[in-house]
């Protein structure tokens, strides 16, 4: 009897009845965002702006660094060397800039030369490129860009090449602005040849953290606490979610393809405030 007894539970660890079985393979993988960070009104060679450039650089999930203008005092060459490069530096071979109001004084002898040795090639005033279902503008708020400008022909036109909203557009200048410099009015046939075909617009120039409710579909956020003296934000502005200007920092960006995920981050790391917007995946 027993001899038959050992006989059956062999053969049920043959038939694999008696082994541990390994857990199951999930066939779902889970989606990698592409980080983003932005952020404008930094390099002054100073502290502050080494210290929130330190906190961009430790993400390991940076992908893309989104400067959104102003190297001071002029953006001469020396201060391209002097200011920009010791800070944010770094992170140039990731790096899609803007001009701010600053540089494009002396863009000739400072911004594109700089970019241009960074980059290996010429650097457009504006342009456009695409990351994780995304479409992303940089646009140059510091030349001409009213309606039937070169500039605003060119973004309508790409903007109606494919339906759909995942589009964020970044410039230095902000169209709403509950700081300091206050709005930017002539941006208006930007943000209305925006609407309808984006979700998200950046801008620096104010040096504070603004988040703007959903207006004409789109979000609209100031990020130019880079490191320069900090602006007051006006925080009875009835446009206004978010606003903080007693803190230097940068807001981080995860583009996923049919949303995105966004932080204002304390030069610490701690984050300021948290947002989610949905998109329209861009069609064929």
């Not at 502290?47 to 993400?59: E, H």
Request: charged letters at 25%.
């Amino acid at each position: 009897m027993r001899r038959f007894a050992l006989l059956l539970v062999a053969a049920a660890l043959i038939a694999g009845f008696g082994s541990p079985r390994a857990p199951a393979q999930s066939s779902i993988q889970p989606v990698e965002a592409n980080v983003e960070w932005a952020v404008g009104d930094g390099a002054d060679g100073s502290r502050q702006g080494k210290q929130v450039a330190r906190m961009i650089r430790r993400d390991g999930l940076l992908a893309e660094f989104l400067y959104l203008g102003d190297v001071y005092e002029r953006g001469t060459a020396s201060e391209f060397r002097r200011n920009y490069s010791p800070v944010f530096g770094a992170l140039n071979r990731i790096t899609s800039p803007t001009p701010g109001n600053h540089e494009w004084g002396n863009r000739r002898t400072g911004y594109f030369p700089y970019w241009r040795r960074a980059k290996g090639r010429t650097q457009p005033s504006y342009y456009r490129l695409e990351r994780a279902g995304w479409e992303i503008f940089s646009l140059n708020s510091e030349t001409s860009h009213r309606a039937g400008s070169r500039q605003q022909r060119w973004l309508k036109r790409a903007v109606n090449e494919r339906p759909g909203t995942c589009r964020l557009a970044f410039m230095h200048r902000p169209y709403m602005n509950a700081g300091l410099h206050g709005d930017t009015r002539s941006l208006g046939s930007v943000w209305r040849t925006l609407r309808g075909h984006a979700r998200l617009v950046l801008a620096g120039h104010d040096h504070n953290m603004q988040r703007f409710k959903r207006r004409d579909g789109m979000n609209q956020f100031v990020s130019g606490a880079g490191g320069r003296e900090r602006y007051a934000v006006d925080k009875t502005d009835r446009r206004l979610a978010f606003g903080r200007g007693d803190r230097f920092g940068a807001l981080r960006i995860e583009l996923y393809s049919d949303r995105a995920k966004l932080e204002f981050r304390s030069a610490t790391g701690a984050v300021l405030d948290k947002s989610e917007v949905r998109c329209r995946p861009l069609g064929g």
